[in-house]
C-alpha cells in the first residue's frame, strides 16, 4: 500500500480543522506537522489539537511529522504517536543518528526519515539499516541552507543532485521503498512543478512531498507513464508473447531488463 503513495500532502498540527479535507484531497496520505509548521510556543497546543482529531476520527489515518532529537520536543511527539492507532507512520526530520531513528522505530509504525543535512547523507549506510525505515524522503530546502548552496543556481543544483543520488542509491541497495522528492515551494507554478516531478520520476523517486492540495494532481500526472510510454510498454509486451528472449520492438532491442522496465510502466498505469 505504502508503495503506491507518490504525493503525500503536509497540513499543520495547529489546524487539525484542515485535516479531513486534506484526507479528501486525493493526497495519497496526509503528513499531520508537528514540526516545521508549529511555532516553539505552540508545540503542546500542536499535540493536543492532533489527540483531539484522532480521538474525535477513530477511523482517519495520518502520518506525523515529529520534532528532531535535539529540540526538547521528541518524548512528547513520541508519547503521542504511541497512544493512537491512527498514526500510520512518522516521518522524522533531520535523520543523521541510527540511535535516534531506532528509538523512533521501536513504536513499532513505519519511519520516514528526512534528510536535510550533510550529515544525513554521509550517514545514510547505518541509517538503512534500522529496521522499520520504509522509504526516504529529500529535504532540499533545509539541505541547502546546511550546505551554504544556492538552490536555484547551477553550483546549487548540482550539490543538490548530488545528495539525490546518494539517496537514491542508497535506498534502492536496501531494498527500500523509491524515496520521495522534496516539497516545491511556489505551488502556483504548474509547469515547474510538473518539470521537477517528472524529473524526479525520471531519477527514480517514487513521489513529492506536497504542501498544498493544488499541487496533487500535478504531482500525480508527472509521477505516471505518458501515453508514449504506455503505448511502448504494451508493444513490447505484445511481442513477447510470440517470441523468445532478445527481439525487436521499434527497431531497438529488447531483452529482460527492457522486458522489465515495460512491466513496472504499465503497473504504474
Not at 162 to 177: D, K, N, V
Not at 211 to 220: M, N, R
Amino acid at each position: 500500500m505504502t508503495a503506491a503513495i507518490q504525493c503525500p500532502l503536509f497540513v499543520p498540527a495547529t489546524r487539525a480543522n484542515l485535516i479531513p479535507k486534506a484526507l479528501a484531497s486525493g493526497a495519497d496520505a496526509v503528513i499531520v506537522d508537528l514540526e516545521d509548521a508549529v511555532a516553539v510556543d505552540r508545540k503542546d497546543e500542536a499535540r493536543a489539537a492532533l489527540a483531539s482529531f484522532l480521538g474525535e476520527h477513530p477511523d482517519a489515518r495520518v502520518h506525523v511529522r515529529i520534532n528532531t532529537p535535539t529540540s526538547g520536543e521528541l518524548d512528547a511527539d513520541l508519547e503521542v504517536c504511541r497512544g493512537h492507532a491512527g498514526i500510520a507512520g512518522i516521518v522524522a526530520p533531520k535523520a543523521e543518528s541510527r540511535g535516534a531513528l531506532e528509538r523512533i522505530a521501536s513504536l513499532g509504525k513505519p519511519v520516514w526519515p528526512l534528510l536535510e543535512t550533510p550529515a544525513g547523507i554521509l550517514a545514510l549506510a547505518e541509517l538503512t539499516r534500522v529496521r522499520g525505515v520504509e522509504r526516504y524522503s529529500f529535504g532540499a530546502l533545509d539541505f541547502a541552507f546546511e550546505a551554504g548552496v544556492t538552490p536555484d543556481s547551477d553550483g546549487g543544483r548540482a550539490v543538490l543532485d548530488h545528495a539525490r543520488y546518494q539517496l537514491l542509491i542508497h535506498s534502492h541497495a536496501a531494498g527500500l521503498i523509491p524515496p520521495l522528492e522534496s516539497v516545491f515551494p511556489d505551488f502556483q507554478n504548474v509547469d515547474r512543478l510538473h518539470a521537477i516531478a517528472r524529473r524526479a520520476s525520471d531519477m527514480g523517486f517514487g513521489g513529492m512531498l506536497c504542501i498544498h492540495p493544488a499541487q496533487i494532481a500535478t504531482v500525480k500526472k508527472a509521477f505516471s507513464p505518458t501515453e508514449d510510454e504506455l503505448s511502448w510498454a504494451q508493444r513490447v509486451m505484445e511481442a513477447s508473447r510470440t517470441n523468445e528472449a532478445a527481439f525487436q520492438v521499434d527497431g531497438q532491442m529488447v531483452d529482460a531488463p527492457v522486458l522489465a522496465r515495460a512491466r513496472r510502466i504499465l503497473a504504474l498505469n
